[in-house]
C-alpha cells in the first residue's frame, strides 16, 4: 500500500504562482511513476505532468512553459511548481503514485485562480 498526502493549494490571482507538494509513504520502493492530475466540475480527470523513477517528465501541452514537476527522492516527495496560472487551471488536483500492479490517488487539493 502507498499512502499520498498533497499540500499547497490555495487561492491565487491569474498570473501568479503555487507549489503543491506530495509525500508518499507505505510501500515507497514499488512506486514507478508519479505524478499530478487535475479535475474541475463537470470534467473528467485529466493528466498535468508525469515524472518516472529516473527522472523523465511529461506534461499536458496546457501547461507546457509554466508547469514544472520534480521529484525528491530522499523526501519520497514530488512537487508541481505552477507559475502563470490562469482560471481555466482551477480544478482539484490530485496526486498520483502508480506500481507495477496498482495506482494509488491522494484526497486532492484545491487549486483556485481567480481575481
Known amino acids: 500500500q502507498v499512502q499520498l498526502v498533497e499540500s499547497g493549494g490555495g487561492l491565487v490571482q491569474p498570473g501568479g504562482s503555487l507549489r503543491l507538494s506530495c509525500a508518499a509513504s507505505?510501500?515507497?520502493?514499488?512506486?514507478?511513476?508519479m505524478g499530478w492530475y487535475r479535475q474541475a466540475p463537470g470534467s473528467q480527470r485529466e493528466l498535468v505532468a508525469t515524472?518516472?523513477?529516473?527522472?523523465?517528465?511529461n506534461y499536458a501541452d496546457s501547461v507546457k512553459g509554466r508547469f514544472t514537476i520534480s521529484r525528491d527522492n530522499a523526501k519520497n516527495t514530488v512537487y508541481l511548481q505552477m507559475n502563470s496560472l490562469k482560471p481555466e487551471d482551477t480544478a482539484v488536483y490530485y496526486c498520483?503514485?502508480?506500481?507495477?500492479?496498482?495506482?494509488?490517488w491522494g484526497q486532492g487539493t484545491q487549486v483556485t485562480v481567480s481575481s
Open positions: 498520483n503514485a502508480a506500481t507495477l500492479a496498482d495506482v494509488y
Open positions: 507505505g510501500s515507497i520502493f514499488r512506486i514507478n511513476a
Open positions: 515524472i518516472s523513477r529516473g527522472g523523465s517528465t
